[in-house]
Every structure is written in C-alpha cells, then in structure tokens.
C-alpha cells in the first residue's frame, strides 16, 4: 500500500538513531540488497576467476557488519545452471561463515511458508530450523543463468535450500498463471510483504500479464498497511518489444521494486513517472562482460524500512577489479595522425597505445585500497572504424601489455561503425499503449515468423514449437553451460521429433 | 592394537545390556557402517531411478532407530564424479533429514582436526559447530566414484563437508607417501583410532606399501589401549597383480578393516589367516550391475567397540529391489530341446522364457513387505552359448516382460563359452612373494608397455605419461562421467602434448 514513500537519501541507516514516531531499532527492518553476483563467472581463468566470490564476500562482510536483519538477491547468484563444484563450494562456504552464527532472528514470518515455498524445496525459512544457528536469512529468487534445469529441474538455488543457506522462493512451475503470494513478515510495527517473481522469458511475462493472469495475492486489509516490495529479474532495458518488462505494466500499489538482471548499477531507487513506486536496480557486483555499463562503480545497498518508508544507503564495493571503458571512433583521428599516409597499422597502434596507458591510469584511481581487491585492471578500449585499414591484430597488441592488464586477449575490440537511427532506450509506455503496438507492430525476426505460424494452421503450428525448442536448447548449451538441456528439453518434446527435422528442412 | 578381537556374532548390539565388565551403553561405541550407495545410478531410469537412494535413506533410519554414534562410510557415496544437481540435492536432502536433530554427541574427539582434515575442507568435525545440531556425524572417505576430479579438484564429499552434512578424511593430495593420521575418539572407556585411506590407484597404493611410504601414526603408547579400525576403498579380489591390494600387505596392528569398493556383501568380519585383524566387506547397498555378486542379500551392519572387542549387527536391506542371478549353458539343453532340429531360435527362446518366468518367481520370494521396497524385479539370465545359432535377439525377447520386470533390455545376456582355466580369487601371499612376483611377472598389457619405457631412455618415458593420461581421461570420462577431466588433465600436462600426438602415431 504505502500511499507516500520517503524521499531516497544516501545517508547511514536510520536503524541505529531514535526518531519522534518509533523509528527505532526494533521497528526498522534493515536489509542487505544485491542481485546479478554471477559466481563462478570466468573461475578457470588464473587472474580473474575469483573476483566474483571476492565481491560476494564483500556483500556478505558488509550484511554483518551492519547488521541486517535479512539478505535479499534478485537472481543469478550463479554464472552457470549447473555450477561446477568449485563454485558451490565456495558459495556454501561463504554462506556458511557469514550467514550462520549466534544472533536473535527478529523477524517474525507470518504468511504460510508452504505456500511461500510451494515449488522450491525449503521445507522451512531456514531460520526457524531448530537445527540451524541461522543469523542473517538470505532471501533469493532465481535469474536466468541459475534457473531451474537438467534432470529434475533444479534449479543451483535449490541446492543452497536443501541445506539450509538460502530461503529459495518466487520459482514456479505452471507458468499458464502466476499468483504471486508475497513472504509477509514483521519487524516491530513495519510489515514487510515481498512479491517475489523469479525469472520468467520476457514476452511469456509480458503476455502473461496483459492476459490478467499475473495476480498479486495482497495481505488481507485487516492486517494493517504493509511495505510492498517486489524482487524480480528480467530485462529493464528496452530491448524491442516482448523483450522487456515495461515498467508501467507492474501493479501500482507496489512501493519498491528490486530490479536483478540489469548489469549496469542503478542502486538510486527512482520513482516511476506515474506510479508512486521506487525502481531499484542495484546492477551485478561483477561485470560479466567488457561493456560500458558494467564499468560503472559497483554497490550493494542497504534498504531501511520503517512502515510505509524508506532509506537506502549505498555502499560501493571496494573489491571489484578496477575496470575502466572507453569507446573511440578512430576516423575522427585520421587527420591529426596522418593514418593515410604512409604506415598506417603503426600509427593506429601507436593512438591506441596512447589510449590505453591513459586507461590504465585512469584505472589506477579505482584502486580501492581495500587488501582484498585485485588491481591489475580491467581495460576495454572499443575502436569504432570505418576504414578497415585502421585495424590491426588486436590479440598480438594485447600482448604488449599482458602483465598490465586482467584482459591483455581482448584489450582491444574493434567495431565497424553503422550508421543507423538508435533506438531510445527507456521508453515509458502504458499498458494499453504496449497492447495496441504489440497488435500492430514486429519488432524482430521471432515476432515475424511467430504471427506467421499463428495465422497457418494446426499442423504447422508444431513447427513453431520445434524451432523455439531449439532455440531454447541452444540458449542453454550456450549462455548457461546447462549441457543437460538437449537431453531434458528433447525429452519433453519427443512425440514432435520429426517435425523438429521437418521444420528444419522448411526453413 | 587389541591383542585380542571378541568373535563375531549376529547379535542384537551389547550397547544396549549390561555385562560385569562394565559393558555399558555408555562405553560402547556404537557405529553404523555401510559403503558403496552410489547415489544418483541409473537415475534417469523411470523405474529404477530413487533405487540407490531408497536403500540409503533406509541405511540412514537404521542408524537412527539404532541410536548409532556415529556413521562410517566406505567411499563411492556418490556414482558420479560430478553428481547431478538432482543427486546432490537428495543426498543433502537426505542427510539432513536424519543426521541433524537434538540429541547429545557422547564421542570425545581427541586428535588434532586440522590434521585429520588437512586436505579437506571441514574446519572441524560438524558435531562441534556450534551452528550446526547434528545428532549423528556421518564420516566418509572417497570411492574411485566420487573421487576429487574437475575445476579446483573437489570431491562431492568435500560440497557435503562444506555444508557440514559429512566429516570427509582420508583425502591425501601428495601420493608420493602417505602419512596416515588416524581420528581418534573415546567414549566412556572405549577407545578407536580410525585409519582412513581414501582410493587411490591400487598399482600406487601396492608400490607405497612396498616402498614403505605408507606410515600409520599410531596414537603415543602412554594415551592406553586403541581399537585400530582402518577404512579404505581398493580392489580386494585378485584382479592380476598391481590391480588389488592383498590383505597381507595391511599392516598387523590393526583390529578391523572397513572394507569399501567391492560390491559383493561380505558383511559377516573374516579373520585373516595369518593377522589378527578382521576383514568386513558391507558390499554396495545397490546394485550397479546386473551380476552374481550383486545379487547377494544387500546388508548394512552395526558396529559396536568395547575397548578391544567388537561385535557386528548385520542388518538386511529390505528395500532393495529385488534382484535374481542365473546363469545357464544352453548347449547342455541342446539335447533335452532337441535345439538342432527344426526351429531352433523357438526352441532356445522357449526355453529361456521358462527359466525367465521362474527367476520372476525366485525374484517374488525377495520382496519383503517394506513399504518403501520397488517389487518389479531386477532379472538377469546369463545364457552362456557355443553355438551362436542358440543366440536371439535379446531385447525384442525381453519386450515380453516390459511389465513383470524393471529391465526389459537386458534381461538376457548371451556369452559366448571361453574354454579357459580360470584364476583363482583371493590368493593370499605375503609382501615378499608380491616383491619378487612383481620383479618378474608381467600381468597386463600396461605392464609390458611401463617395463618397456621404464628401460627405455629419457626421451622416450614422457610418451608413457602421455598413455596414462589418455588411459585417465578416458576412464574418468566413461566410468565416472567426469566431462571436465580432459580439460584438467590436459590442461596439467599441455607441455607434453606434442608428445602426447607423437606417441600416438608411434603406438
């Protein structure tokens, strides 16, 4: 409910300090929120394969250290579906060092936990196990690298629930309808309902929720007012239609929206333009790939809430690797470095020399100081060209600089430069305004041979299934190193075996 | 040491009674053992898929209504190298379930943790975290099966130890000599150093023997009397030399031997000729195989130590599917079903359909009336042919029975009569004889190819590493579905890959 949420401030926690109105310890619910820590990211590589457990521990270091009372993720803990056992060792044994210990459990849960936890396999939150010495409860949904798979459909989370180290919750397994019943609980005179909604293919979510089929069990008006919070994972970014969540789609009596999946920090809630709720996008703790977004500053944060208000204090994690990006357009350098006369590839390589020991200064100043961080640097310099007599072998150059740099491989990336109209990202649409272009409107090849098979008749109709199939499955082999996936996913759709092949063959 | 081990009997445990030599229960050492469960084989199957974790979930109610201190295992807890998420989540499911609770640990645990562990990850024993209510430690060495392969080199055992389910020792990560430090726990007047050998290579394990490099770090004499219990997973039956370990070789100190890895149940202790100690081989608690050993009554057994005697409960399994053995030679019915005339192929078939139905009928005298006991039987006829028009085709035969048994497609084996002397098991010889056997026997065809590089010169030993490697990979890759292996094993000896091609080509 919530009619009026406070202002966003980057202040220290109001946990500690006594206000007028109660605002006391006792009342305040302090939790730690994080998403995107992609653990066992790159973990064969000999420099790079520990940075995501270091910044995961950081987050865990900085959850005790202020005490929270709970740990809340927004999917993709782990980089792969099935991680190795390298990776969960090593997240089991985090969680195991900061997460259990001797400390009173203040919050009271009060929704049923059978219903909380229907298709996850947590028996209890992990807190009131008598067995477990429980002192900050993690919360998690799953993203789409840890999503359910292979054989028995687990998902990487259900692992961590099965001994007693995360609270798994918003999984589902009919995805016809999607009732969202939230985990109700109570600090004090605050009432926290959390909506947890794991990863789910964007345009299933989008149809889902333009069918009326998404439905948000609320508390019962009885139970007081409630601070309503939602954690999900899915694409913030306009990234064509039906492959994004749009934001106006989501309920408006929401009051804090925790956005996982999204790389880039955006840890600043920001109010929707016509909704009264804050979106909080606090972005990956490491980057997974060399782009501009993950170069921005990484945090976690800490969210305080007292009734139908909030806080959220920023804390920048200082064990990430140093990264620094830079994009330049190498035409614009022609002139002053005369690249048309005479040795063109060395003049090219000697810009971009220049360029990158000013990255490599650049990156010196993200040297946190903090003992744990790695500070050989992550560089990234994309040379936009037109001329493809302005590009050289990028690996060979790296080479020059592979005791200076985490990435001496791919230091260097070249772009061809195309000349188009970008598209806008972040276009704020309502929901009726996304039905009417959803009716009228293609926005990729998927879209087109979709609508087509819609208007064909029911035999071809199988077809479009074989080819989203194969789609899936080569998705999973590829993106979430899920080999099982074929097996699992081929298995499903056995019966329509030959019209996978015939499929193929027509297309 | 125990001068002295009390006889075996099928008794109910003496923790129980009181006897005038101060026997009490709070004297005895109580200890489930059992080995081999191989969770998650065959666990794709429809049928046989929960078998392996029916009889382990039973072991595991036996130890709790046996109020056992603690429980041992022998090593292949799990079939793969790198179990599924499915297997793992079961396991822990499992594991939880019924080693966590309320219940006072009277074991005193007296060596030095970091030493017993030291190539593991348990920080200490889980019975002392005080995070963690574990009311029945589980301790296990590694099998061949779930042995430390992959990213980071981590057994199974070591994600169970580092969410404190199970205590793993006997992990050693130098194999060039074995410094053996038992575990040592005392309850009330009771006792017992555990030796824990985790697998290694048996041709390895033999040469360290007679190297003398494997030491067993005694407890000081001053600390009183020891019951010696040692737990290893090798080869026990005679398989050529350098691919077992012969008894002789152990050294005489010691009481009993947890014998792992053989899955044929030889639960019932057997003195050794010549030591004093006792040899218990529990057998796999599921069959992996559809052979004559396998098919022996499954038991697990309880152990109970009182200072140097001990007597050994053995409990059946009762919900282990049940499972019939035969083997027949179909050229002694030639006559009798007159096979060479007429339609031969009816005939033989006719004949195995008669002896398959009273294997269903043998099979019905296994089921035990255990709730949790799968009834559609596990049949196996070997038909041992000389004349290969006695032979069918076996899977379209075994179609027959899709319904009364749980594997139709290999119900029936055909094996061709190798006319040969078979060898015996279990020769028993002492250390010298194998000395000077090994000196001028050659038993395999690597024996030959090692003696011929041993002698060979400089150059040419890498091209047998490059062999071995080969011979790893594959067997890790194929027994052990360890898909990571070529990629770490590879990755270890990737100077000698040249090597590796060349002796390829030369062999």
Same mark, same amino acid.
Request: hydrophobic share 35%.
């Given at each position: 409910m919530a009619s009026e949420s406070e202002g966003i401030a980057s202040v220290s926690a109001v946990g500690g300090s006594e206000a007028g109105d109660g605002m006391t310890e006792e009342n305040v619910m302090k939790i730690m929120i994080a998403t995107d820590n992609h653990l066992g990211y790159f973990e064969k590589d000999p420099v790079r394969g520990n940075d995501s457990f270091l910044a995961f521990? =950081?987050?865990?270091?900085?959850?005790?250290? /202020?005490?929270?009372?709970f740990i809340l993720l927004g999917g993709d803990l782990f980089h792969d579906a099935t991680p190795s056992q390298n990776s969960l060792k090593k997240c089991m044994d985090l969680l195991r060092k900061y997460t259990l210990g001797s400390k009173t459990i203040s919050l009271e849960f009060l +929704?049923?936990?059978?219903?909380?936890?229907?298709?996850? !396999?947590?028996? +209890?939150?992990?807190? =009131?196990?008598?067995?477990?010495n429980v002192s900050i409860p993690v919360f998690s949904?799953? @993203?789409?690298?840890?999503?359910?798979?292979?054989?028995?459909?687990?998902s990487s989370l259900d692992l961590l629930a099965t001994c007693g180290l995360v609270n798994y !919750? @918003?999984?589902?397994?009919?995805?016809?309808?999607?009732?969202?019943?939230?985990?109700? #609980?109570?600090? @004090?005179?605050?009432?926290?309902?959390?909506?947890?909604? +794991?990863?789910?293919?964007?345009?299933?979510?989008?149809?889902?929720? #333009?069918?009326?089929?998404?439905?948000?069990?609320?508390?019962? =008006?009885?139970? @007081?007012?409630?601070? /309503?919070? #939602?954690?999900?994972?899915?694409?913030?970014? /306009?990234?064509?239609?039906?492959?994004?969540?749009? =934001?106006?789609?989501?309920?408006? !009596?929401?009051?804090f929206i925790l956005w996982g999946h999204e790389h880039d920090c955006r840890i600043e809630p920001e109010q929707h333009f016509k909704h009264q709720f804050h979106v909080c996008q606090p972005g990956s703790s490491t980057?997974?790939?060399?782009?501009e977004g993950e170069s921005i500053q990484k945090h976690c944060g800490i969210l305080c809430v007292y009734k139908d208000k909030f806080k959220l204090e920023k804390i920048p994690l200082k064990t990430v690797r140093p990264f620094v990006f830079k994009s330049i357009d190498l035409h614009s350098y022609a002139e002053d470095y005369g690249f048309d006369e005479g040795d063109t590839e060395n003049k090219v390589m000697a810009l971009v020399r220049e360029q990158v020991e000013k990255l490599i200064s650049e990156a010196e100043e993200k040297v946190t100081g903090h003992p744990d961080q790695p500070t050989?640097?992550?560089?990234?310099?994309?040379c936009v060209y037109e001329n493809e007599e302005h590009m050289f072998n990028a690996i060979r150059f790296g080479q020059e600089f592979a005791t200076r740099v985490a990435n001496p491989s791919d230091l260097i990336k070249f772009k061809k430069l195309v000349k188009r109209v970008d598209s806008k990202s972040d276009i704020k649409v309502d929901g009726k305004a996304i039905k009417d272009m959803m009716a009228n409107t293609r926005t990729s090849v998927e879209d087109v041979v979709e609508e087509y098979f819609e208007k064909a008749d029911e035999s071809d109709k199988l077809k479009i299934m074989s080819t989203k199939v194969l789609n899936e499955v080569t998705n999973r082999i590829v993106n979430r190193n899920d080999t099982t996936a074929a097996d699992s996913i081929l298995k499903w759709v056995f019966f329509s075996f030959f019209q996978i092949c015939t499929s193929l063959i027509y297309i």
């Open positions: 521990e =950081e987050i865990l270091k900085h959850a005790v250290s /202020n005490d929270v009372d +929704s049923d936990q059978t219903i909380n936890f229907v298709d996850c !396999f947590n028996s +209890s939150v992990n807190y =009131e196990d008598p067995n477990l949904i799953h @993203g789409n690298h840890d999503d359910p798979s292979g054989y028995g459909l687990l !919750f @918003g999984k589902r397994t009919d995805l016809t309808k999607l009732d969202i019943y939230p985990i109700l #609980m109570r600090k @004090g005179v605050t009432q926290l309902a959390i909506y947890g909604l +794991s990863y789910i293919h964007d345009s299933r979510l989008v149809r889902l929720f #333009m069918d009326d089929k998404v439905v948000m069990k609320t508390p019962d =008006e009885t139970t @007081g007012n409630w601070f /309503n919070l #939602m954690v999900l994972h899915q694409n913030r970014a /306009n990234r064509g239609l039906k492959n994004y969540l749009p =934001e106006d789609i989501l309920p408006p !009596f929401l009051d980057p997974t790939s060399l782009s050989l640097p992550l560089i990234r310099l994309r």
